[in-house]
């Protein structure tokens, strides 16, 4: 089978290369400069071209600030651009695999994980058009996975972790919110997930939104405390602190858990522990950085 992956120069999409490497399948790994997928035009021509039988769309507006001065264009990429892979993929009865984002609740004071039924109350336009694309793949009716993660972290790209990590190495001390609650997830793991689901056809008469971040539960001052403890920045004094002491013009999901039951029992996955993901993940970037 043919299977096309967007956004594979992110951090899922290069995840996924790796995973992908001994597939049984074949993969097309594209990013912006080779596909556009706001062009529907231009994604049928490469399903079509490729004899594509299932997407894994790893591409998304993921800026949640920037988003709300730039409504129209993470519309477009949360949105619009997914609608179009919907529509190449129902038209060649195909498969698309979608991630989104927890930032789809976060209305409601939620204070137990998350499921998939609970209904999706997003406080600002990133998870409003992530929202919207969950819907769009529902409307077009094609066959889909959707996963919806959170806290989403790698070796590659920008991510909570490798900011945490140069600033416990570089700052006496160091104020991280306490007030917002979820689970950090290893775009390793996630991409692990996908292929497995993908490879093996574990997919076939399973439709529907399933929720995927590791197991556990931890704040955002919880976890710089452990990349700072696994990394040895001990000299950093890390400091709890309310989400009110840093301004934004998105208020973000006070609490954020996903229910991963449905994804377990569904699929027979197993799930790694927040904190033993982040350990190989930082192993994985030392490795890296050695070379």
């Known amino acids: 089978m043919n299977?096309?992956?967007?956004?594979?120069?992110?951090?899922?999409?290069?995840?996924?290369r790796i995973v992908a490497k001994h597939s049984k399948d074949s993969y097309i790994f594209t990013d912006?400069?080779?596909?556009?997928?706001t062009n529907l035009a231009a994604v049928r021509t490469m399903v079509a071209e490729n004899s594509v039988k299932a997407i894994i769309n790893c591409a998304a507006y993921t800026n949640v600030d920037g988003a709300e001065d730039d409504s129209e264009m993470c519309y477009l990429l949360n949105a619009t651009a997914v609608e179009n892979l919907a529509i190449a993929m129902k038209e060649v009865d195909g498969l698309l695999v979608h991630v989104s984002t927890d930032y789809v609740f976060g209305g409601d004071p939620y204070n137990t994980p998350c499921t998939e039924d609970k209904k999706g109350t997003p406080t600002g336009v990133y998870g409003a058009s992530k929202l919207r694309g969950e819907q769009n793949i529902q409307k077009v009716g094609c066959h889909h996975i959707i996963i919806r993660t959170s806290w989403l972290y790698s070796e590659y790209g920008k991510n909570f972790v490798k900011t945490m990590l140069a600033l416990t190495a570089t700052k006496p001390r160091l104020n991280v919110v306490?007030?917002?609650?979820?689970?950090?997830?290893?775009?390793?793991?996630?991409?692990?997930?996908?292929?497995?689901?993908?490879?093996?056809?574990?997919?076939h008469g399973n439709d529907g939104v399933y929720h995927y971040s590791n197991e556990g539960v931890c704040s955002w001052y919880d976890f710089t405390k452990m990349i700072a403890e696994y990394a040895g920045n001990t000299e950093c004094d890390i400091q709890p602190c309310h989400s009110s002491e840093f301004p934004s013009k998105v208020v973000r999901p006070s609490y954020s858990v996903l229910d991963k039951t449905?994804?377990?029992?569904?699929?027979?996955?197993?799930?790694?522990?927040?904190?033993?993901?982040?350990?190989?993940?930082l192993a994985n970037i030392n490795d890296q950085a050695s070379r």
Do not use: H
């Open 3 to 16: 299977i096309l992956v967007t956004g594979a120069n992110g951090q899922l999409g290069s995840e996924m």
């Open 32 to 37: 912006v400069a080779e596909l556009d997928i």
């Open 178 to 203: 306490f007030d917002q609650t979820g689970t950090p997830t290893y775009a390793l793991d996630l991409a692990a997930a996908i292929f497995d689901i993908v490879e093996n056809r574990k997919y």
């Open 262 to 281: 449905k994804i377990k029992n569904t699929f027979s996955l197993k799930i790694p522990y927040w904190t033993e993901s982040l350990k190989g993940c």
